[in-house]
């Protein structure tokens, strides 16, 4: 299963997250959810890098399925736009009855 907690601070701005673990649903390379989940996140990432000057801190382990993301200071318009979607897209999953049990979502107040 996909683990994601995503670090909300008390404006409820998203702070960052961290994903953990494989959604297992199918073999490496057929997995839909966690391409899916994968392209959303890092997409997000990619997005807040290429189009907002938000400092940022980052770790990837690609064998545990483990990102670790953190922004430096309270998130710009458009980064907390970007992040907002991306928790919707995440969040949208997990409730979905199709997958719900393959990816979990949960909220950390930072």
Known sequence: MIHVTIFMSDRHECMGFR???HAEMA????????????????NTMNAIETYTDDAFTQ???????MIEYHLLNRPTHDADLLLKAMILGLEESAGSND????????????
């Open 59 to 65: 770790e990837v382990d690609q064998e545990t399925g």
């Open 27 to 42: 073999e490496s390379g057929k997995d839909i959810v966690c391409a899916a989940t994968s392209m959303l996140i890092i």
């Open 99 to 110: 997958y719900k049990k393959y990816i979990k979502v949960d909220i950390e107040e930072v």
């Open 19 to 21: 994903t953990s673990g």
